[in-house]
């Protein structure tokens, strides 16, 4: 694994890595794995009720280009999969000694990293309801600023949330700790 | 058996599929294999940009390309059956 383009401070080092459940991403796969079936689905119903619907005149084989089309289908959905992996992976928060560096993948052009100093953090609440979410263990992190501009970031969705909470909280005092020591 | 000339509005268009032959499909394979590789690069550069290397992302980029390669030489075979 290489942070470089983190560009990470001298001596600092990636604690955790926060990202989404994977219950998010196979939600999305379903949802392709169904897209991909429907095709043949509706291809078993022709044959069954309408057979004559695919005797249609045409210069070459009509499977051959029933399976180019579908092939074709499946190609798109296979794209798309891809794109939807590239954004729940990218969508991912790196929690350092010194900070917390914010990526929010939006869309597969549309980035944003922001950065947040453990001394800047006010509060850091944890959103955990549902019968799957706990049986899951995953649930919404918001961390909010103490600054005059206060902003809440927030990521959903995230495994161990509670964990999450107690690495910020301990770097956060670590931090606290050497800034007083610093200043005696 | 429905005779489905009489029963579906749209079945004239099915005359359309008389001029598809395998020259058509295979323009067709082509504008998308275009879009196919602008989406590639984009995924690839994401990856190598962002992926910091994880084995995740190296795990993604061989399934995506194997996945690729047997999709469009399923399609590449159903032409030359076509």
Not at chain 1, 22 to 33: C, D, E, N, Y
Not at chain 1, 123 to 147: E, K, N, W, Y
Not at chain 2, 30 to 47: E, M, Q, T
Not at chain 2, 70 to 82: C, D, E, W
């Amino acid at each position: 694994m290489s942070y470089d383009g983190l560009h990470l401070e001298l001596g600092e080092n990636v604690i955790q890595e926060v990202r989404k459940h994977w219950i998010v991403f196979v939600g999305h796969g379903l949802v392709l794995l169904v897209l991909a079936i429907i095709p043949l689905l509706l291809r078993i119903g022709v044959n069954i009720f309408m057979p004559g619907m695919l005797n249609i005149p045409t210069p070459g084989n009509m499977n051959s280009l029933l399976l180019f089309l579908y092939t074709l289908w499946i190609l798109f959905l296979w794209i798309w999969f891809f794109i939807n992996w590239t954004k729940y992976y990218l969508d991912v928060w790196y929690v350092t000694e010194k900070r917390i560096i914010i990526v929010n993948q939006k869309q597969i052009f549309d980035r944003e990293v922001s950065n947040l100093r453990f001394d800047k953090i006010q509060d850091v609440t944890l959103d955990m309801h549902g019968f799957i979410p706990t049986l899951l263990h995953f649930g919404d992190i918001r961390v909010q600023t103490a600054s005059e501009d206060s902003k809440s970031f927030q990521i959903n969705t995230v495994r161990h949330p509670e964990k999450i909470r107690r690495v910020i909280f301990s770097q956060q005092n670590r931090n606290s700790h050497n800034f007083s020591g610093e200043n005696e | 058996m429905i005779n489905t000339d009489t029963i579906l509005p749209f079945s004239i268009n099915f005359n359309l599929l008389s001029y598809i032959d395998s020259g058509v499909l295979t323009i067709i394979l082509g504008l998308f294999f275009v879009v196919y590789l602008i989406v590639s690069v984009a995924l690839y550069y994401h990856w190598s940009k962002y992926g910091m290397s994880h084995p995740g992302v190296i795990l993604a980029q061989s399934v995506f390309a194997l996945g690729s390669v047997i999709l469009f030489t399923v399609a590449v075979l159903s032409i030359n059956y076509y």
